[in-house]
Each structure stands twice: as C-alpha cells, then as structure tokens.
C-alpha cells in the first residue's frame, strides 16, 4: 500500500518532529505509513536529525565531548577496519618485493 505525501501530510510531519515526536509515533499518528518511510521523508526533506528536546540521557554537554582516543588519531585511517587492510597490503607489497 503506498500512501501519498500530500501538503497537509508534510506539514503534520514537520510539526510533530519539530516538537520531538518519534518516527514510530508519527507513522501512528498518520496512519497507512511506516516507520522507515516517515525516516526516509524526515531525511529527504532534510529536517534536522535530533529532535529539540533533550531527553535525560544525553544532555547537550555529555554530546559535545570527543574520547580523546578518537581526538588524538591522525591517520586516515582511524577504523580498525581499515587500519587492518592498510596493513595487509603492506606486507603483501613488501613480500612481492622480496621476491623481485
């Protein structure tokens, strides 16, 4: 079932999330969507990403802070991820070398 966006939809949409309702609520509220696709209009429409509520789990200060593992790393490559297939490339160059 594919429900349209109309104008009145949209703005019902803008309001709720303006005031910090959940994507889960707002599908309710509207009815014949799902939670992914109000995500997905909320996205689309480039609405900001945080509600203007602060909830007491995250206060705005707690947010803010950057761990300083995260703070002090100054390669590209800052996930593990990619730490990792740096260094497998590495030595696969190195060993085709050895062998030249």
Known sequence: MRTEWTDERVA???LWWSEG???EAIAARLGGVS???VLGKIFRLRLAATAAVETE???AA???VVPE???DVSS???CRRHRRRRSRRRAARAARVSLN
């Open 12 to 14: 019902a949409l803008k």
């Open 21 to 23: 309702s959940t994507g």
């Open 35 to 37: 939670r992914s696709a």
């Open 57 to 59: 789990a995250a206060p």
């Open 62 to 64: 707690a947010r803010d």
């Open 69 to 71: 593992a995260v703070a």
């Open 76 to 78: 590209p490559h800052r």
